[in-house]
Structure formats: C-alpha cells, structure tokens
C-alpha cells in the first residue's frame, strides 16, 4: 500500500517560485533515498534532485542555485523549492523514492513513482 502523493504544482511567472511536497504513506521502515525526476514533452526524463537519508544530495546542473530539496523524515514528505523559475522548467515533476518495508522479520526494498505534478512556466 505505499503511495507517493504529490502536490504544489501549477502555473507560474519567469522569475516565480513554486513548492512541491511529496508525502509517502504505508508500512515504510525507512527511505533510503527520495526526490524529483521530471519530463517535458517529448524529452527524456531526467533527475532534478534527490537527498539520501543523511541529507546528501545531487542536483542537476540546470536547478543548481535555484532549487533547493530537504526531507521532513517524521513526516515522510520530501520537498523542492524552485525559485527563479525559467520556461524549460516547465515539465512534469515525478517524486521517486527507495523505499523499505518490513513483512515480520523480512525486508524488502523497492522504488516507487508518484502520479506527477505539471508544473507550467509561462512564457
């Protein structure tokens, strides 16, 4: 039953500012690793941003110095801050996690995908 949900996104101005929240829900034992992937039409999909559980993080090289990721770990919710938006921004935005879970005395861990969220930046 473990879902990724995620919220914030919407329409904006060049030069506005967005945040999206991912919340997870489930029997989650930990999160080893979460974030953002997002894809414009016609492109690939590609990685935004992710923080492992100890708070490093890798950013793409195009979001440096305007996005910023943190987690909230009692809440299961990662975030992403985007400021300074520009037009090739605009794509939806997928939060990803590693996800573990414990059945009894068994471990599982597995990658999730949320539904996204579209985030327009108009030009």
């Known amino acids: 039953q473990v879902q990724l949900v995620e919220s914030g996104g919407g329409l904006v101005q060049p030069g506005g500012s967005l945040r999206l929240s991912c919340a997870v829900s489930g029997n989650i034992s930990s999160i080893p690793v979460m974030g953002w992937h997002r894809q414009a039409p016609g492109k690939q999909r590609e990685l935004v941003a992710v923080?492992?559980?100890?708070?490093?993080?890798n950013d793409a090289d195009s979001v440096k110095g305007r996005f910023t990721i943190s987690r909230d770990n009692a809440k299961n919710t990662v975030y992403l801050q985007m400021n300074s938006l520009k037009p090739e921004d605009t794509a939806v935005y997928y939060c990803?996690?590693?996800?573990?879970?414990?059945?009894?005395?068994?471990?599982?861990?597995?990658?999730?995908w949320g539904r996204g969220t579209q985030v327009t930046v108009s030009s």
């Open positions: 923080m492992d559980s100890g708070g490093g993080t």
């Open positions: 990803n996690a590693d996800i573990t879970t414990l059945q009894g005395v068994d471990v599982s861990r597995k990658n999730y």
